[in-house]
């Protein structure tokens, strides 16, 4: 059952000049990684409806999201300070299943790395040591602190920061399923990010599993904004299903990409 209402701002911290790290005071609720929250971002009827957010840590009596200032809605809740309360509701959506993993492999791009934080998190809190964690960004990386409490083995990719490969975090993807067998593949980024991550995994015979992060409008399955196409395997056709509602984690072998 999702939690409706209003919950404290314990912090609220710039990690960069978009992003922000919200902390709110945590409810009763067990939360899977890939979950998300619908913020409502003003009290007033604009913006009228809400953002949604992936949980980004779970932690003692916190939950932790990693905000990047994109419109309005984002913009607004950047400006919420210690103290304050925000109305959510939570948690959303079928999130990663790690049921049966026994390798797995951690990837997030750009503000889809938020997320993977709590996946790798949950991975190591089931036993998993040392989850590797390939991370991707356009500029300086943000969140290493975070992933370097949970793993030691972690890759980053940067196209423009000095000091990391250089490039897209696909190339470190190839390099790593060609040197080791992993069975899972899990990981958030941008569309044509996801796009290559899951041709990728598909070529290379692994599943991956991608949390969508699709524009949506009434977040509760109503005006499907929010569908993607997906394929199951053995189906003649796709459906299009909601990403709020059925998602947003997909198996990539079974999104169908548009051009
Ligand atoms: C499942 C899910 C998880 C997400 N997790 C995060 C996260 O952890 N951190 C983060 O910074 N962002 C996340 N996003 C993206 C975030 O929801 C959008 O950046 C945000 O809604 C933009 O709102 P805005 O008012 O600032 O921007 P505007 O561009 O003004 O938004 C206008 C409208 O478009 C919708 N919209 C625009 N971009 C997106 C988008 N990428 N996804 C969904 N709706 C969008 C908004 O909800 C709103 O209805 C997530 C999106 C989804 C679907
Ligand atoms: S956002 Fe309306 S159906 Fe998903």
């Known amino acids: 059952m999702s939690f409706v209402g209003n919950l404290e701002v314990l912090k609220n911290e710039v990690i960069n000049e978009e992003v922000f790290a919200l902390t709110l005071e945590a409810h009763e609720a067990d939360i899977k990684a890939g979950q998300f929250y619908n913020f409502k971002t003003s009290d007033i009827v604009y913006p009228l409806l809400r953002r949604p957010i992936s949980v980004a840590l779970v932690e003692d009596g916190k939950i932790i999201f990693y905000i990047q200032k994109k419109g309005t809605g984002t913009q607004l809740l950047s400006n ?5 309360e925000v109305n959510v509701i939570g948690p959303l959506g079928n999130g990663f299943d790690f ?12 503000i889809g790395v938020a997320p993977m934080m709590e996946a790798a998190r949950q991975l190591k809190e089931s036993g998993h040591e040392a989850v590797k964690v390939l991370l991707g960004y356009r500029e300086e990386p943000y969140g290493i602190d975070v992933f370097e409490k949970i793993t030691s083995d972690i890759a980053i990719a940067s196209e423009r920061a000095e000091g990391y490969h250089k490039g897209y975090v696909t190339a470190l993807l190839e390099e790593v399923l060609d040197a080791a067998v992993y069975d899972g593949v899990f990981v958030c980024g941008p569309h044509v990010m996801l796009k290559a991550v899951a041709a990728i995994c598909k070529a290379k015979g692994v599943k991956s599993h991608l949390l969508m992060e699709e524009k949506m409008a009434c977040g509760i ?7 993607c196409k997906i394929q199951k395997e053995g189906e003649s056709d796709f459906k299009n299903l909601r990403t709020c509602k059925e998602g947003p984690v997909f198996p990539g072998e079974e999104v169908l990409f548009d051009e």
């Open 80 to 84: 919420l300070k210690a103290g304050d």
């Open 99 to 110: 049921t049966g993993i026994k390798k797995p492999l951690v990837v997030g791009g750009g």
């Open 221 to 227: 399955g109503a005006c499907l904004v929010c569908t």
